[in-house]
């Protein structure tokens, strides 16, 4: 089993807390000045990193509208790959501005590259640790060009077979042995349905490959991640915005300022929930141990007489002897006069 993966002076994994991420993709529709706002709002909702994607129309796909590069059948229906790519691609030259103004924040800033170049490009910014989107999990000489960085790597498995995952994580081994991956389960749908959820797949891929592993989320709300950090998830990435009514390629399946804030806030309280194994009373309860049933003189007792189920009952609170040890004292004789409302021990019968 693999010990925690650390981004900057953050552990992430099993004990420590969950390393949630803004991605911002397409969200900022262009506008610079929008894309600070989106980081700032995603300080204020808490978060512990925001992400950007790396990469331009050229880079990613051709300038084509022959069939194979039509869009078809999903949210971005009726646009060619370079037209979606054109309109939801960052800027390189803001991507370092952006990374100042969140490290400035306190936030952690990275990306994912879609090529070489991206990579080369992230490399020269000083991007703490790189994220693998879903559909590259197959692109073996890009996982081998990230693998050489030495930098952790964040990657989504959606789409990909457990033999593509393990193929995946072996290229990266193959290139640095001591590779810190961190393994996101995803749902590559937008948005994503919520029975293709299927989160019972966290523990599942973590006894697996033994690794961290966290969730990608394209449902809507928060309820799958709040529920994904239950299972044990140790990375929640979300799709963020200023605002849907904004518009833009991924908006539609994208939290809101409120929501990321409502997000974080019941990560928070869902770690605090899991705790650790625990049996015996809490510190809370254990003033709730007055409540319990215990053995009471129900009825005055003279000295020398016996103890019957008329004079001596389970009762609450909970300070005379356990109900266990009903049948031991029923007949027994009192050492004493006992008054009624007594709790019974052992020194006052015979």
Same mark, same amino acid.
């Given at each position: 089993?693999?010990?925690?993966?650390?981004?900057?002076?953050?552990?992430?994994?099993?004990? *420590?807390?969950?390393?949630?991420?803004?991605?911002?993709?397409?969200?900022?529709?262009?506008?610079?000045?929008?894309? &600070?706002?989106?980081?700032?709002? #995603? +300080?204020?909702?808490?978060?512990?990193?925001?992400?950007?994607?790396?990469?331009?129309?050229?880079?990613?796909?051709?300038? /084509?509208?022959?069939? $194979?590069?039509?869009? +078809?059948?999903?949210?971005?229906?009726?646009?060619?790959?370079?037209?979606?790519?054109?309109?939801?691609?960052?800027?390189?030259?803001?991507?370092?501005?952006?990374?100042?103004? #969140?490290?400035?924040?306190?936030?952690?800033?990275? /990306?994912?590259?879609?090529?070489?170049?991206?990579?080369?490009?992230?490399?020269?910014?000083?991007?703490?640790?790189?994220?693998?989107?879903?559909?590259?999990?197959?692109?073996?000489?890009?996982? @081998?060009?990230?693998?050489?960085?030495?930098?952790?790597?964040?990657? /989504?498995?959606?789409?990909?077979?457990?033999?593509?995952?393990?193929?995946?994580?072996?290229?990266?081994?193959?290139?640095?042995?001591?590779? =810190?991956?961190?393994?996101?389960?995803?749902?590559?749908?937008?948005?994503?349905?919520?029975?293709? #959820?299927?989160?019972?797949?966290?523990?599942?891929?973590?006894?697996?490959?033994?690794?961290?592993?966290?969730?990608?989320? *394209?449902?809507?709300?928060?309820? &799958?991640?709040?529920? #994904?950090?239950?299972?044990?998830?140790?990375?929640?990435?979300? *799709?963020?915005?200023?605002?849907?009514?904004?518009?833009?390629?991924?908006?539609?399946?994208?939290?809101? $300022?409120?929501?990321?804030?409502?997000?974080?806030?019941?990560?928070?309280?869902?770690?605090?929930?899991?705790?650790?194994? *625990?049996?015996?009373?809490?510190?809370? @309860?254990?003033?709730?141990?007055?409540?319990?049933?215990?053995?009471?003189?129900?009825?005055?007792?003279?000295?020398?007489?016996?103890?019957?189920? =008329?004079?001596?009952?389970?009762?609450?609170?909970?300070?005379?002897?356990?109900?266990?040890?009903?049948?031991?004292?029923?007949?027994?004789?009192?050492?004493?006069?006992?008054?009624?409302?007594?709790?019974?021990?052992?020194?006052?019968?015979?």
């Amino acid at each position: 089993m693999m010990g925690p993966v650390k981004i900057n002076e953050r552990l992430i994994g099993r004990g *420590h807390p969950v390393y949630i991420v803004a991605e911002m993709s397409g969200n900022h529709n262009q506008d610079y000045d929008r894309a &600070v706002e989106i980081i700032r709002e #995603a +300080k204020r909702a808490g978060v512990d990193a925001v992400k950007l994607q790396t990469y331009t129309a050229d880079t990613i796909t051709l300038d /084509s509208d022959a069939e $194979p590069f039509q869009v +078809k059948g999903n949210l971005w229906d009726g646009y060619t790959l370079y037209n979606l790519y054109q309109e939801a691609y960052t800027p390189w030259e803001w991507q370092p501005k952006l990374q100042e103004v #969140a490290n400035d924040l306190g936030l952690d800033l990275f /990306s994912t590259p879609f090529d070489f170049t991206a990579v080369d490009f992230l490399e020269d910014m000083g991007v703490p640790v790189y994220k693998v989107a879903s559909p590259e999990v197959i692109d073996i000489p890009l996982l @081998e060009k990230i693998a050489a960085t030495g930098k952790p790597i964040i990657m /989504s498995n959606g789409m990909a077979s457990l033999a593509e995952v393990d193929e995946a994580i072996q290229a990266i081994r193959k290139v640095n042995a001591q590779a =810190e991956i961190v393994l996101l389960k995803c749902t590559a749908a937008y948005p994503a349905p919520m029975e293709e #959820a299927n989160l019972l797949t966290i523990p599942y891929l973590q006894q697996t490959f033994g690794l961290p592993i966290g969730l990608s989320d *394209h449902t809507m709300g928060i309820d &799958v991640p709040v529920a #994904a950090a239950a299972l044990g998830a140790c990375v929640i990435e979300k *799709h963020f915005t200023l605002s849907r009514e904004d518009g833009g390629p991924d908006a539609a399946f994208s939290l809101e $300022p409120d929501e990321l804030k409502k997000l974080v806030d019941s990560v928070r309280n869902v770690e605090k929930a899991l705790g650790e194994i *625990h049996s015996g009373a809490s510190e809370h @309860e254990k003033i709730g141990l007055k409540s319990r049933r215990s053995l009471f003189v129900v009825a005055d007792i003279k000295a020398g007489e016996a103890l019957t189920p =008329e004079n001596v009952r389970s009762i609450r609170p909970g300070q005379g002897l356990p109900p266990k040890y009903l049948n031991q004292v029923i007949g027994r004789k009192a050492r004493q006069d006992i008054s009624k409302g007594t709790p019974l021990s052992w020194f006052i019968i015979e």
